[in-house]
């Protein structure tokens, strides 16, 4: 006979008690805060503090497009140290004079314009990092809660096998099962201790991930307030456009804008001068001005202008795709929430069906009216359905993600943004 058959009860029932240990051993947990205080304090992230100084920074070149070019001092000496008469200074004519670029053809405020549209941009991108981060931590929040869920449903489903092994064991001694339906009880203990294990190590791993995102100070192993069991209804369409689309149009503004740009640097920079001029030989001094403009025979910045032009139809074209795609997002996420809804009230049923299938199956086995495949085949259909009870909620929490990405808000907040 092989040795496995041979394997006594009593070591059977000692490994099984190794197998329960875990189930008695104490928890210790350092809950998360809530949400909500992790959305109020969304704005120290990093991916939030660079949106924040690019948008200063853009903000500091519209200060600095308004700023007027600086005037040009210049200091000239004619008709000195040369020869003949013109030895030493005593005829040299020495002229001090100012000029000032005019910025004429509106080149001022085009500049301007251009970097206010800039300025937006950088604006409306950083909304747009605002709710990506805010998706990206509700995420990370739900996910972390997932892992809990598991790994306690794990705990449970260790807890159920441990119990049916035991049962088995008991029949084994009593004659009334072989010894292979022992060996068989503790293998599956076995493999729910492992994945209690897997699970475990899928929970540490989620939480560190929401202590790295959160910028928590101290490691958390407990999420106190549920984002999966938060039900969300129909959103009704936003006011206003979608962050993505809205960022488009910024882009596509500011395109236009540059254009200006390229055709006001086409025409020729005036310059005014005005000066004063000292005749040493007369001893008298007279005044200066002039106007001078360089002539456009070779540079018309025909080619910046095409540049220019020709990223106005990118940018028009990625503002027609954004609306395409946000359209076909909107209607594909919301299509989601309304089916993941309908897949958490199916998945609890099926819970409640799996735990009284089980119940119904362990009073059977004990009574000796039902096999151990049939016993385990239902805690496997339960831990199944408690599994899918999780899915189904962290695949409504996506659905709310997504489309509270599409309206420009923070996920489970409502209409705020």
């Given amino acids: 006979m092989h040795p496995l058959h041979r394997r ?6 000692c490994a099984l008690a190794a197998l329960a240990v875990a189930l008695s051993s104490p928890s210790w947990a350092e809950p998360a805060p809530a949400f909500a205080a992790l959305l109020a304090r969304l704005g120290q992230t990093p991916a939030l503090v660079e949106a924040d100084a690019l948008t200063d920074a853009a903000q500091a070149r519209v200060r600095q497009a308004r700023v007027r070019p600086n005037p040009i001092v210049s200091l000239e000496a004619e008709n000195a140290f040369g020869g003949g008469p013109f030895d030493g200074y005593a005829n040299a004519e020495t002229t001090l004079s100012l000029s000032q ?21 950088a604006a409306l991108q950083g909304d747009l990092a605002r709710v990506e981060a805010a998706g990206r931590l509700a995420l990370t929040y739900a996910e972390a809660e997932a892992a809990a869920r598991r790994a306690d449903l794990a705990q449970e489903a260790l807890a159920l096998a441990v119990a049916d092994a035991r049962a088995a064991l008991a029949l084994v001694e009593k004659g009334r099962e072989p010894m292979l339906r022992g060996i068989q009880a503790e293998s599956e203990a076995a493999a729910a201790r492992a994945a209690l294990e897997e699970a475990q190590a899928e929970r540490d791993a989620a939480f560190v991930r929401l202590t790295a995102v959160a910028l928590l100070p101290r490691p958390v192993t407990a999420v106190p307030d549920s984002l999966l069991d938060q039900s969300v209804g129909p959103a009704s369409p936003p006011a206003v456009a979608a ?4 960022v488009a149009d910024a882009q596509r503004t500011a395109a236009e804008r540059r254009i200006a740009v390229e055709r006001t640097a086409a025409r020729p ?6 000066g004063l001029r000292r005749f040493e030989a007369e ?12 002539l456009p025979l070779f540079d018309r910045n025909r080619g910046n202008i095409d540049a220019a032009r020709a990223e106005y139809r990118a940018a028009d074209a990625r503002l027609a795709q954004a609306r395409l795609d946000v359209d076909a997002d909107r209607a594909a996420a919301s299509a989601r929430l309304s089916a993941s809804t309908s897949r958490v009230a199916a998945a609890d049923a099926g819970v409640a069906a799996g735990e009284e299938a089980y119940r119904l199956s362990r ?9 151990q495949l049939e016993l385990r085949t239902s805690r496997a259909v339960l831990i199944t359905a408690r599994n899918a009870a999780v899915d189904a909620r962290l695949a409504r929490v996506r659905a709310e993600i997504d489309l509270a990405r599409l309206d420009g808000r923070a996920p489970f907040q409502g209409n705020r943004p």
């Fill in 8 to 13: 006594p009860p009593r070591a059977v029932g």
């Fill in 101 to 121: 670029d005019l910025e004429l053809w509106g080149r001022r405020s085009a500049r301007v314009g251009a970097a206010k549209a800039e300025a937006d941009t």
């Fill in 243 to 246: 962050p993505a689309v809205r």
């Fill in 269 to 274: 920079d005036v310059t005014a001068s005005l």
């Fill in 283 to 294: 001893d008298a001094t007279a005044l200066t001005f002039g106007v001078s403009l360089p």
């Fill in 363 to 371: 009073i059977g086995f004990d009574a000796g009216r039902i096999s």
